[in-house]
């Protein structure tokens, strides 16, 4: 089954305390992207990735890091989380818009609090 | 710098009615490519309908239909025989792509609340 798959799906975590939200998808495509989500403001780019080795900032990205080491996998590291990234958190894939609709996948969402 | 306006955080609308949820958008890139999403209550998200920049017909999938015009850069999203299903959060998408970059940015939502 096509899918982006997210992990975890839900954490409570502290200040400080670094954490990882996986994401991988099994649908080969080229393109990812973390966005989150919080009342009022739709959902807000905060990397994306074009193919390997590729990434680039969106319109968040500060207190984030990513990388894309392989295709499948576009992980979201936060080194010292803050409450103000207490949100919900969508990792999507597609194909590069030049083959392509450019429809994005999503995968199921994160929802992190940092107390 | 690519924008996506939503006006309406809510919209209510009877069931068998239509509704038009509105989208604006800006951008200079010359291609670009808009998209519908809904997000239920269960959070996820489901792809609706897109349209290309190029694109001369307006998209229809089914009871969504897209009302792009270009040159007002408006790309409203039709519903009609709204069922009780349809209440959900609606999200207007764009992705542009130039050279070196491929961003793809969402509005802040319109709500939409069918009654019987």
């Known amino acids: 089954e096509a899918q982006v798959t997210q992990n975890p799906r839900y954490l409570i975590t502290v200040t400080g305390k670094k954490l990882t939200v996986t994401c991988s998808q099994n649908m080969n495509h080229e393109y990812m992207s973390w966005y989150r989500q919080d009342p009022g403001l739709g959902l807000r780019q905060i990397y994306y990735?074009?193919?390997?080795?590729?990434?680039d900032k969106g319109d968040v990205p500060e207190g984030y890091k990513v990388s894309r080491k392989e295709k499948r996998n576009f992980p979201l590291i936060l080194e010292s989380p803050s409450p103000n990234q207490t949100s919900l958190y969508f990792c999507a894939s597609s194909l590069s818009l030049a083959s392509n609709t450019g429809e994005l996948f999503f995968g199921e969402g994160s929802r992190l609090t940092v107390l | 710098a690519q924008k996506i306006t939503q006006t309406q955080p809510g919209m209510f609308v009877q069931e068998k009615e239509a509704v038009t949820l509105d989208c604006t958008y800006d951008?200079?890139?010359?291609?670009?490519?808009l998209f519908w999403y809904k997000q239920p209550s269960s959070g996820e998200m489901i792809f609706l309908i897109y349209q290309g920049s190029y694109d001369e017909q307006n998209a229809t999938e089914g009871r969504y239909s897209l009302n792009f015009q270009k040159a007002r850069k408006s790309a409203n999203l039709v519903i009609s025989a709204s069922q009780l299903g349809d209440s959900a959060m609606y999200f207007c998408a764009m992705r542009g792509f130039s050279y070196n970059t491929d961003k793809l940015i969402f509005g802040t939502g319109t709500r939409l609340q069918v009654f019987p």
């Open positions: 990735s074009m193919n390997v080795e590729v990434t």
């Open positions: 951008t200079s890139d010359q291609s670009y490519g």
